[in-house]
């Protein structure tokens, strides 16, 4: 690249950050920091209704988590109206927009008209070339201008896509767009063109629903005599049914994915999988991504959203995260996991250890941070045990095991999961009974679960009193 790239993450603030623009987000981040570049973040907030404070914070707080950091300061598009209008007068000036009054039952009976004659709704330029005089006598009757490009409307606009290849569209098919509103304000379309020129943005990287704007945006860019930047629009994500993802396919707010329990570096690997590839290659660390991304290989077909891999892709980060660090981030996340308050409220320097001590165990049976904080729920339940239904079938057929397994394991001495082992094999042996039968009633009375951690292992994490304690409960004594 002969100039530094320069990409632009711009999402407007009406709502969360959603996943889709996560993607879009983590694309442009990639494509900047492959080529030693920047990406900037502009706040889209023009539409001073919708935008929100809230919507704005969990933006912002989506990328951090995601580990995707902007480089420079925030830019909140709304401040930068006079720029905008400053732009669009310019053009007044050269000839290149004008002033139109049609008003807003004009400008309906227009759309009515093109669709009873099955035509798409255009402006129909009717104040392009309008004198002075008309102009004059509109003023005069109150009605208010806004400011429109003169367009071309001959020809084609083409857009020579880095994702879509050569896309051209018919100029007659592109009306003269309003620049700014009758109340001075300005529209996206200019907005967006005035905002990537002066921040320098080399490539739009955004999804392909935009790529008509880009059409638009181009002859803005041709009007003011810019360069326009290099343009990449990626498929959108769908649905596993082929569907836009919306709503009715699951979570769409990062913030979700975040309660779900799902690590970030997870949920980045497999965003970065959602139309690009390299191979078949799953999985990629950080700096992987960095050294491999480029949008050679983003496909155009739409990538579909899979639950089920991203949990599957989740295990295998946690699996791979080191005990410490695993325990750090799932207690960092408490505040956000539906099942997190309980723990929370017991996490000390104890708890902490033994988290950490189990954490071996736990992470093999879990996808997620949310399962993993309930398959750790046996370490702070409160006594006695609530059982559920499976424990309490398993205590049901072995209970009588246990007053003799809690004589052998008082005289446990160190207390390891090795000695524990020993005695409890011992037992087996010395009865006849399989380990099973003699394991699963431990796990349940330890537990109150059917299913858990190696059952020595956590005989060992739990300590002497706390194990002999839960037995205890269950022979009454």
């Known amino acids: 690249m002969t100039e530094p790239v320069v990409t632009r993450f711009a999402p407007s603030p009406t709502g ?11 694309f442009n ?8 570049g920047k990406m900037l973040l502009r706040i889209e907030d023009t539409d001073r209704e919708r935008s929100t404070e809230p919507a704005i914070a969990a933006i912002l707080d989506g990328l951090s988590w995601l580990g995707l950091e902007w480089d420079g300061d925030t830019i909140y598009q709304f401040s930068r109206a006079a720029r905008h209008a400053e732009a669009a007068n310019g053009l007044l000036e050269r000839g290149l927009a004008y002033k139109c009054y049609a008003t807003q039952e004009e400008l309906t009976e227009m759309r009515d008209a093109a669709r009873r004659e099955g035509r798409p709704p255009r402006y129909d330029g009717r104040w392009r070339d309008r004198t002075d005089a008309d102009r004059a006598a509109a003023i005069q009757e109150g009605r208010k201008a806004v400011i429109r490009l003169k367009a071309p409307h001959e020809g084609e606009t083409v857009i020579d896509d880095k994702v879509q290849g050569r896309v051209t569209f018919p100029n007659k ?3 003269d767009l309003v620049l700014l509103r009758s109340d001075g304000t300005p529209t996206y379309m200019l907005a967006v063109v005035v905002d990537d020129h002066d921040m320098g943005v080399t490539h739009i990287i955004r999804g392909d629903d935009h790529l008509t704007n880009a059409a638009r945006q181009t002859q803005i860019y041709d009007a003011l005599g810019w360069k326009v930047p290099v343009m990449a629009h990626i498929p959108l994500i769908h649905g596993q049914d082929g569907a836009k993802l919306s709503k009715r396919h ?7 994915y975040r309660s779900l329990g799902i690590l970030p570096d997870a949920l980045r690997n497999y965003l970065v999988r959602l139309g690009w590839s390299q191979g078949d290659r799953e999985f990629f660390t950080t700096a ?3 050294e491999a991304f480029d949008l050679a290989q983003v496909g155009r077909s739409a990538a579909r959203f899979d639950m089920v891999k991203l949990e599957n892709m989740n295990g295998h980060y946690m699996r791979a995260t080191p005990d410490a660090e695993l325990t750090r981030l799932m207690l960092e996340t408490l505040p956000h996991l539906p099942n997190g308050a309980e723990l929370a409220e017991k996490v000390d320097d104890d708890m902490r250890a033994k988290l950490i001590a189990a954490m071996p165990g ?12 309930e398959g750790a729920r046996f370490l702070y339940a409160a006594r006695p045990l609530d059982m559920d239904a499976k424990a309490m079938e398993i205590l049901g057929k072995g209970r009588e095991h246990l007053p003799a397994l809690v004589a052998l394991l008082e005289n446990v001495e160190p207390w390891t999961a090795a000695g524990a082992e020993a ?14 039968q003699v394991a699963q009633p431990l796990r349940a009375a330890l537990t109150g679960r059917g299913t858990s951690p190696g059952i020595f292992d956590v005989l060992a994490v739990l300590g ?10 269950q022979i009454g004594v």
């Open 16 to 26: 969360f950050l959603h996943i889709g623009g996560a993607r879009t987000a983590l």
């Open 250 to 256: 699951g979570a769409l707010g990062v913030d979700a």
């Open 288 to 290: 992987d991504m960095i």
């Open 173 to 175: 098919d592109l009306d």
């Open 464 to 473: 002497r009193d706390e194990s002999l304690g839960r037995l205890r409960d």
């Open 29 to 36: 981040w990639l494509f900047a920091r492959h080529h030693g």
């Open 423 to 436: 005695a409890v094999r011992g037992y087996a042996e010395e009865t006849g009974a399989k380990l099973g």
């Open 362 to 373: 736990l992470k093999e049976r879990a996808k997620t941070l949310v399962e993993l904080v």
